[in-house]
């Protein structure tokens, strides 16, 4: 089985998924996240996870734009403790690598560290300076994907700017998604074309 995750039903991809493969809608954060697909894949082992959604953009990525990040790592995990480890051969914030997609569906996404955590980020939040997007979902995701050894992929459109100026305010850009639908939803296909052999687990 493969397995479409998103948070919210507004992000699901506007395609018909083909046998095989299935929406978990997950519901916001990073306990539902983990929760929702690992339910799914007790149920039927997964053979590949596509996370898809929105993510708020960071460090001049602007709204609109594709992320498809190489690596990812929480951003709210916090221990007042210097050399304090994670457990489990991570270190802090669970930083993974993300393998490498190119889609042509996707032509000029922009790459780079997807950082996840549970409070929303604004431009007196600046969480890191070296990351490209923010979501509540995709480091959990890509850290259960991992341990279980599962392919992941993840593709998510920018909805607003996380640190600075929106391009139009976020409620016109949802209505705008809502006509036109999600950016992502030919990539998924493109990925579902392609297979889970042609992508690798997240990495420590």
């Known amino acids: 089985m493969i397995y479409v995750t998103y948070a919210m039903p507004e992000e699901a991809p506007r395609c ?3 046998t095989g493969c299935e929406a978990v809608v ?3 954060g990073k306990v539902l996240a983990v929760s929702q697909l690992a339910k799914a894949v007790l149920r039927t082992r997964a053979e590949m996870v596509i996370s898809v959604g929105f993510c708020g953009g960071l460090n001049g990525t602007p709204q609109g734009a594709m992320v498809m990040p190489d690596r990812t790592r929480q951003w709210d995990l916090f221990l007042n403790i210097p ?3 994670l457990g ?3 270190e802090m914030h669970c ?3 993300l393998s490498r997609v190119d889609l042509a569906s996707v032509p000029d996404p922009v790459r780079g560290m997807q950082i996840s ?3 929303f980020v ?3 939040v600046h969480v890191n300076p070296d990351a490209v997007g923010v979501d509540m979902e995709t480091a959990a995701l890509a850290l259960l994907c991992c341990e279980l050894d599962i392919p992941f992929v993840s593709i998510r459109e920018v909805s607003d700017v996380a640190d600075g100026p929106q391009g139009i305010p976020h409620q016109q850009f949802m209505e705008y998604i809502r006509e036109k639908g999600p950016a ?3 990539a998924v296909l493109e990925v579902l074309d392609l297979g889970p052999r042609q992508f690798t687990h997240p990495a420590k």
């Open 95 to 97: 930083p993974l690598t």
């Open 117 to 119: 955590g549970d409070r």
């Open 184 to 186: 992502y939803s030919d």
């Open 26 to 28: 997950t519901g916001i």
């Open 88 to 90: 489990h051969g991570y």
């Open 122 to 124: 604004d431009s007196s």
């Open 16 to 18: 018909a998924l083909p």
């Open 83 to 85: 050399g304090i480890p």
